[in-house]
């Protein structure tokens, strides 16, 4: 078991997207750590989102592998990858604007449990799945609008369902799309909140815009630009290092 | 061999003027017309009327079925169908099959349910001998057409001011809105020469596909292959996928008359399963 | 029975048991539903044979709604399935090789479903586009063989010299209908019982889920193909049971079964009872009939143009905000399925099959 702790939990190796002419992603080789707290920055069009949906399965790249946990899984499904153990949010809501949140927890929980193609079975029977949507409505704290459609609920409601249903696939490594993005400031807080309190064993890829978020939760930090990885390391590392503040840091921190 | 080969393209050259139009509508709009097929009766129609009834000239009549399906088309796309554009494709559908019924009754009253033909002038029947080969004058005269109609849309498109609009609206309508293009009127001017052109198909392909009531649902298989085989991000792709289907279909009918209807169906099968998004779908395009 | 105390997490569970559970529960409209459907039996005696025209029907909308409804593909060709169970049950009659209709019935279905099952693999493929081509195709390449193959189906001239025995080899079908009407709604009704449980069941919410958010179901584990497979093959079988139930119900059967128009129509029929509800293909199956009924006494011919005005104008005024006398209908539609009874005001119809 000793090679096992030093495998990174996702590695890219040379991973590579090309739209026509366009290159996306240029030869990244990323590798996360175990347990770690690891942000992804970059400019506008850096192509971290095209690096998320190579990870996730939603594109097949160009070149290169993805290895999660050592296990090459670059030609695998999306469906397929989240049974591996790697789940996350979307930028963008994408949620099922029909159901309810108890309804969409408890169908990531059956999936994840193996009952989720079961036909002749009312949802919601088995007690361990009930336990299970009640603790991630109380984690996430969405017991209130737990009986609302999704389609009306609250924007930060929405985006901590969002965060709520990538955690009920019990990933290993979780990766996060801007989670706060769009939410207001009222708001804000019982995302990052939500987000800090993650637990420990989990692999965190948190991919953000906003510094403030990333410098007090990364642990370490890689630095996209133009489709190429710029600069990796600790965050503070990456605050002094003066390539990133000429490219990156010394732009407005707008966006 | 020969022969299958000269009438396999010339019914392929009828159905891509048929489904030209059919196949920058969806590309264009992303709008499934199942209507298309009414479009290419009324031009048949039209000629008939024109052509038998009222003596007029056969290659007035073949303008004449431009015009009123052309003119129809304008009409219906700025009465009724601006407001389906936005609506699912299951509206789009449900919308358009509509229409089919009631282009189907309302031929079927006016005009008799029975099969009908255009009188043809006697200098167009027959045959001639061409390099040799003994060749229907009538399917000559299709593929003579039908060529230069391809010629003039792919020319018009690449060539002319227009053709770049409507080119740069079928990419991406938003960037073409941005870019002051009034994607509305482009799409308005192509749906009534989409139309027009499946009228004059209709007319001309009166003699070979037959011309009766329920043409637009005998004919809508052939249309949706053609659109789905060769894709909607040129012109070329339906061109290559009429001439394949027309080809397919009029070398099965004679070779395996017992299966032929069914070669047709064993290349869409094929096609989809080799190539789900199209045969002559660019890569990267949806 | 909104907002229950939620502050114990005992209370958070049954709360969330209770909400899974509303979905299963038989509402009192729903219960009025069938027994109203049944009461035709006693009630209306003389109207058995259109009675069972409208329960055919309904069968068949409603297995389009399985797959239209429930996982958002739209066919052009449900007729073939429907087809290919009418001509199942008429040959197994006519040549004696299964003489019990309810297990003759049976056989229909498994027929339509393993076509479903060998074609559904087309069907997963591709867009809206790909998938109208493919039904339609399908169904027109089964009336061809049904057609062409006149030594086995009797080509146009339909497959004559059924001989219906008895159901359950005790009740014999009748001059009136009245075995034929009771058997039929006897079918629909386990028929209906059974796609209730299934499109209420985990698997039935992932449908849901595939059809409302492909990328997010993705997301989070859940596969499609087989799910797809599935409810367009249950969905065949159920076509199937609905073409044989029309061969044993009038002893006959023809490429009418196999036509294009079919399809449309059950289309309609499902559209104006609404899709995704289960109920919808049932109440617009009645609708559907009567008007059917109605229209050719007033004027014979051409219905087809009336049926064509209707859609387009459905259309153009807007499925989910139709006037007159479907907004009831609807609402009723979505009362009797009870349909998740905490959503706030009436629910907006979702959008099938279209890209957003």
């Known amino acids: 078991m000793t090679s096992t702790t030093t495998t990174p939990a996702l590695e890219t190796r040379a991973l590579e ?239 | 061999m020969v022969t299958i080969l000269f009438d396999g393209i010339a019914y392929g050259m009828l159905l891509f003027v048929l489904a030209a139009g059919l196949s920058v509508t969806l590309g264009l709009m992303n709008f499934v017309n199942l209507a298309h097929g009414a479009f290419a009766m009324a031009g048949g129609y039209a000629a008939l009327v024109v052509v038998n009834r009222l003596g007029v000239p056969f290659a007035l009549g073949l303008v004449c079925a431009f015009l009123f399906s052309a003119a129809l088309g304008a009409l219906l796309e700025r009465t009724l169908y601006v407001h389906v554009y936005a609506k699912s494709h299951l509206d789009q559908v449900l919308f358009t099959i509509g229409l089919v019924f009631m282009s189907v009754a309302i031929v079927d009253y006016t005009m008799g349910s029975s099969q009908q033909f255009i009188a043809i002038p006697p200098s167009l029947q027959g045959q001639v001998t061409v390099f040799g080969l003994g060749m229907s004058k009538y399917r000559l005269m299709i593929i003579v057409i039908c060529g230069i109609l391809t010629l003039l849309l792919q020319l018009g498109l690449t060539r002319t001011r227009f053709g770049s609009r409507l080119r740069a609206a079928v990419d991406d309508q938003r960037v073409a809105r941005g870019l002051g293009i009034n994607v509305g009127a482009v799409f308005a001017f192509t749906f009534a020469l989409g139309s027009g052109l499946a009228g004059l198909g209709g007319a001309l392909g009166a003699e070979i596909l037959g011309l009766d009531p329920i043409f637009p649902l005998k004919y809508m298989i052939y249309f949706l292959i053609v659109v789905t085989v060769g894709g909607t991000s040129s012109i070329t792709g339906p061109f290559l996928a009429s001439l394949l289907l027309g080809i397919g279909d009029v070398a099965g009918k004679y070779y395996v008359p017992q299966f032929g209807a069914f070669v047709i169906y064993t290349i869409m099968i094929v096609v989809l399963i080799w190539r789900p998004q199209g045969l002559f779908v660019r890569k990267g395009a949806r | 029975m909104r907002g229950p105390d939620v502050s114990t997490s005992a209370a958070l569970a049954s709360a969330i048991s209770a909400q899974f559970s509303a979905r299963a529960r038989w509402s009192p409209l729903e219960m009025v539903f069938w027994l109203g459907a049944f009461s035709t039996i006693w009630l209306l005696p003389e109207q058995h044979l259109i009675l069972t025209e409208i ?110 025995q008895p159901v359950l080899g005790l009740f014999r079908f009748d001059l009136y209908g009245h075995t034929a009407y009771i058997y039929s709604l006897t079918v629909l009704f386990v028929l209906f019982l059974l796609a209730r449980r299934v499109v209420g069941s985990p698997f039935g919410l992932s449908l849901l889920a595939i059809k409302g958010n492909p990328l997010r179901a993705s997301a989070v584990g859940i596969g499609q193909t087989w799910r797809l497979v599935g409810i367009y093959t249950l969905a065949a079988a159920y076509a199937g049971i609905a073409g044989g139930l029309l061969t044993q119900t009038t002893a006959f059967t023809s490429l009418e079964s196999l036509s294009f128009d079919r399809s449309a129509d059950a289309l309609l029929v499902l559209i104006i009872g609404g899709t995704g509800h289960l109920y919808g293909g049932l109440i617009g199956a009645v609708v559907f009939r009567f008007a059917q009924d109605w229209i050719s006494t007033a004027t014979p011919q051409y219905w087809q143009f009336w049926i064509g005005l209707f859609l387009v104008l459905i259309v153009l005024v807007g499925r989910d905000r139709i006037g007159g006398w479907f907004a009831p209908l609807r609402r009723l539609a979505d009362r009797i399925s009870g349909w998740r009874p905490w959503r706030p005001g009436p629910a907006a119809a979702p959008d099938e099959g279209g890209r957003p």
């Open chain 1, 17 to 255: 997207k090309r739209f026509g002419g366009i290159v996306a992603s240029n030869q990244v080789s990323i590798a996360i750590a175990r347990g770690a707290r690891h942000a992804l920055i970059g400019p506008n069009g850096a192509g971290k989102t095209t690096l998320v949906n190579m990870l996730t399965g939603v594109l097949k790249p160009s070149g290169g592998q993805i290895l999660l946990d050592g296990r090459d899984i670059t030609i695998l499904d999306p469906h397929e990858r989240v049974r591996l153990g790697i789940a996350r949010t979307f930028q963008i809501n994408q949620l099922f604007a029909d159901l309810t949140p108890v309804e969409t927890l408890g169908l990531a929980i059956s999936e994840r449990l193996g009952t989720g193609t079961h036909f002749w079975r009312v949802p919601g029977t088995r007690p361990e799945v009930v336990d299970e949507i009640a603790a991630l409505l109380e984690r996430f704290r969405l017991t209130d609008v737990m009986h609302e459609r999704t389609a009306v609920l609250p924007y930060g409601k929405q985006r901590l369902l969002e965060i709520a249903l990538a955690f009920a696939c019990r990933p290993r490594v979780l990766l996060l799309d801007e989670p706060a993005a769009g939410v207001p400031d009222a708001e804000r807080h019982e995302i990052l909140a939500a987000v800090a309190g993650l637990p420990t064993d989990v692999t965190v890829l948190l991919i953000e815009h906003d510094m403030d978020i990333v410098f007090t939760f990364a642990d370490r930090i890689s630095v996209l630009v133009n489709g190429q990885l710029f600069v990796e390391g600790t965050p503070d590392e990456v605050a002094r290092d003066p390539r990133v503040k000429a490219v990156y840091l010394g732009e407005s921190l707008d966006a």
């Open chain 3, 55 to 164: 329960v055919i029907w309904a069968l068949l909308a409603l297995s389009l709604d399985l797959i239209l409804g429930y996982a958002g593909i739209i066919s052009l060709g449900h007729a073939a399935f429907f087809g290919v169970g009418a001509y199942t049950a008429g040959l197994l009659a006519k040549h004696a090789l299964v003489g019990e209709p309810v297990l003759a019935l049976l056989v229909s279905g498994l027929a339509g479903g393993a076509f479903g099952f060998a074609t559904s693999f087309l069907v997963l493929r591709g867009t809206d586009l790909t998938r109208l081509m493919v039904t339609l195709g399908v169904a027109l390449l089964v009336r061809e063989i049904a057609n062409r193959a006149a030594w086995l189906t009797g080509g146009a001239d339909g497959l004559q010299g059924i001989d219906m």
